[in-house]
């Protein structure tokens, strides 16, 4: 019996495969334009694996072990054959690893060796989650025809910008990720990993925070220090930047995401932006984090249905071109794009007392708090990427007692509110200080009073001491808010350290050292009327299980985590 093989079917939740009979070619030398030669394993059926349909993955993490193998192995089996690269300067691969920086031109090159091989067949699927889906758009727009589909997971065609914004600098994500990747190819790195991983979020508290890298692994990351100079707009960066080649992608598109992912606002514009060229895409969205058990599931689904047809010249199963799981409702829907029609932004205000309604506020005096960034208001759940962190929707009520975190809530409900689509808000804000940030979360309060994160998003506002409005974009979702059950909004000034603590001082976040606490303020008046604006729908009930199942049969509702 082959245990890995069945172990993987039993976690991906897959029909019995083909063969379980894999035979693997290890270190192909793939030759680079530059001279370096990255290397290759190729998976495949011991027999009858040449001309089969070929997958390329590129990876930075290892050709082996948990990284790749529950990807690679269910492919192989079901009628792919399956090239796995280590990207420049890991595992083997020659040269030096820069993170997303050389993925065109690498990416390219190897395609065109994959096509050269005699053990190639007539097609290629391009298939991987988070960095193996930013590769594929690296180079996407230059494709040569024998590329039949791609398949982005969890991923962007600018991945990383986003945490690197100046006016809302995400630190867990890319300082996590950067330790990860300085040590993963020591000895016991996984449970090196786990038992490190409370040194990693104690470094991200050093001040100044230049030397947070050596704090957690104790030797400097170049990686590291960039993100920490360097802001999403800088030069630095540009090359990492490929959204400007997504409306020229001429292969189908399967864009797998999950609302509390850390990729998903760039995910959603790159479908958009596919939409709006009449490309031919498709997008799943579920109830998901980064790594959650549900995006493997139906990435391999899809690589198994939309990306095996297409590499045959068939068409996949016909299906919506958007579908997304309505939390709340806890059901898969259908959608004719993203956002979906008939979603009309609502104003919901905040009011003295605590209160959300869509009535517009009177006059009134603003609510207070001191944001301390000794004590830093925390991250709870959501959009979180760490190891030994729970991410994605969380009981709120330890965060809403703090008194640094203000809250305004609908009364209970007497209809279901159904969100989907861009979230919102216009905060009218003042503080104590010059620099400070504003955070928003929406929530939901189910009839027990539990508070549950839907989601949420921080802008950094530079002269805060002055009364302005604060734009914050949240992470998009799709939500049903039921029927009593009451609608909920957090304001505070950080969720630490998912975002950069905001030391008050307007010093850089890689040299500053002083932290100063400050006392905010948020306006709710004629004037002044402070909003979270939810895209509302009309309610359409839906019975039967057609709705919670996915085109492979799999229904996946319950895999949150």
Request: glycine residues 12%.
């Amino acid at each position: 019996m082959n245990l890995g093989s069945h172990l993987t079917q039993r976690l991906l939740r897959l029909p019995p495969p083909l063969t379980r009979d894999v035979a693997v070619d290890h270190d192909l030398r793939v030759p680079m334009r530059d001279g370096a030669v990255l290397l290759a394993d190729r998976w495949r059926p011991r027999s009858g694996g040449d001309g089969l349909p070929t997958v390329l993955l590129r990876i930075p993490y290892g050709r082996a072990g948990m990284a790749a193998g529950p990807m690679v192995r269910p492919l192989a089996e079901r009628g792919f054959q399956v090239l796995i690269q280590s990207t420049r300067g890991t595992f083997g691969s020659g040269g030096t690893f820069d993170p997303m920086r050389g993925e065109r031109e690498d990416g390219l090159d190897t395609v065109d060796w994959v096509i050269g091989q005699p053990w190639f067949g007539e097609s290629m699927v391009l298939y991987g989650m988070s960095y193996l889906g930013f590769v594929q758009w690296a180079m996407a727009d230059q494709l040569p025809p024998q590329v039949r589909a791609m398949i982005p997971a969890v991923s962007e065609s600018a991945l990383s910008l986003e945490f690197l914004r100046e006016d809302g600098f995400s630190l867990e994500t890319p300082f996590g990720w950067g330790v990860m990747v300085a040590g993963q190819e020591r000895r016991w790195a996984i449970p090196r990993q786990l038992l490190e991983a409370r040194r990693v979020r104690r470094a991200m508290s050093t001040l100044p925070l230049g030397g947070a890298d050596v704090a957690a692994m104790g030797q400097r990351s170049a990686y590291i220090q960039d993100v920490l100079a360097h802001d999403a707009d800088a030069p630095r960066w540009a090359q990492l930047d490929h959204s400007h080649r997504v409306a020229d992608v001429a292969v189908p598109v399967s864009s797998v995401g999950g609302w509390y992912d850390i990729a998903l606002p760039g995910q959603l514009r790159d479908h958009q932006a596919l939409q709006a060229a009449g490309r031919q895409a498709r997008l799943t969205v579920g109830p998901w984090t980064h790594t959650a058990r549900g995006v493997g599931v139906t990435a391999v689904g899809e690589a198994l249905g939309f990306g095996l047809a297409h590499a045959r010249g068939e068409q996949p199963a016909e299906r919506a071109p958007v579908r997304l799981f309505v939390m709340g409702e806890e059901a898969w829907r259908d959608f004719p794009s993203w956002p979906p029609p008939g979603y009309t932004p609502q104003r919901f205000h905040l009011h003295p007392g605590g209160v959300l309604s869509t009535d517009t506020p009177g006059e009134s005096a603003p609510d207070g708090y001191r944001y301390d960034p000794a004590d830093p208001t925390p991250a709870v759940g959501g959009v979180r990427l760490a190891v030994g962190v729970k991410g994605g929707r969380v009981d709120n009520s330890g965060l809403e007692a703090r008194p640094d975190v203000l809250t305004y809530t609908t009364p209970v409900l007497d209809t279901d509110v159904e969100v989907i689509g861009e979230v919102g808000a216009e905060i009218w804000f003042r503080s104590s200080l010059a620099h400070a940030d504003v955070f928003v979360r929406l929530c939901d309060v189910d009839a027990k009073g539990r508070s549950t994160n839907v989601c949420d998003g921080l802008v950094g506002l530079t002269g805060a001491d002055r009364t302005s409005r604060a734009t914050v974009r949240l992470w998009p979702t799709a939500h049903s808010f039921r029927r009593g059950h009451r609608i909920r909004v957090q304001v505070s000034s950080g969720a630490f350290p998912r975002y950069n603590r905001n030391p008050g001082t307007g010093e850089p976040r890689a040299t500053a050292t002083t932290l100063r606490a400050g006392n905010q303020e948020v306006f709710h008046d004629p004037e002044h009327p402070s909003a979270v604006l939810l895209p509302v729908g009309p309610v359409i009930r839906r019975n039967g299980s057609a709705e919670r199942e996915l085109d492979n049969g799999l229904d996946m509702s319950g895999l949150d985590n």
